[in-house]
């Protein structure tokens, strides 16, 4: 099958890091293309960046479902930005790695905390659990103060943060599950996994899965006839 990965955001070194991670996750035979807008922010910290990469993001999409050549679509940011209106309009499967993320937290823990990036981004991520009728699975969304764009060095300091955060997750929200709340944060799914011997989920490994295992159910294979052109 062929996988469209879009980053919402106009960071090209973001998408290239989010696509391999893709690549990483997908089985034998997956293709993935990973892709972003040339202009809008260049990265989604809050509602208002989510606002402003909306036309970038349908337009991309829209061009993308012309060429008729995906299976599935995933989008690659933790807001789930547009999803529910991309997923009205789309002829084949669209997953956002927030809702793949919950989605796989919920199938191994009774109770799952998010440690995402800024505070202004708690209450779109808090929105979306309580839209999805989840949240009452999550025990807290946490903040770790690390900016998005930060998360592309891996420096040290950066990745101690997030797993300074993630320990006080499991010292304070009795959670069975931690859920990191940002692509950028993909590489370090499986580090932290070990490091703290509990399901930490990267949500675009998630999404990705499940758009496979979709496909190989035949759910969402058929190319339903596109709604009308996105707004």
Known sequence: MHILV?????????TAAIGAAARRAAAPGTTVTAVNPAGGPPAIQGPED??????GLFALFDAAMA???????????????????????????????????????MLVAE?????????????VIE????????????????ASGVPVLDLEAAAVSVVETIAAEIARALDEDGCGAVVLGCAGMAELAEQ????????????????????????????GNSRRAPAPALP
């Open 6 to 14: 879009i980053n919402p955001n106009s960071t090209a070194s973001m």
């Open 111 to 123: 109770r799952f905390s998010v440690v995402t990036t800024l505070a202004v981004s708690l209450p």
């Open 50 to 55: 989510g606002a402003a990469a909306l036309p």
């Open 127 to 142: 929105n979306n659990l309580a839209a999805y009728g989840w949240t009452g699975r999550c025990a807290r969304v946490r």
């Open 192 to 219: 932290m996994t070990q490091r703290f011997g509990i399901p930490v989920i990267d949500g675009v490994a998630a999404a990705v899965t499940f758009c496979e295992a979709l496909h190989r159910a035949g759910i």
């Open 67 to 105: 060429q008729g050549n995906y299976d599935a679509v995933v989008i690659a940011c933790f807001d789930d930005t547009g999803l529910m209106t991309l997923k009205e309009h789309s002829p084949v499967p669209v997953l956002g790695i927030g809702e793949a993320a919950f989605t796989a937290a």
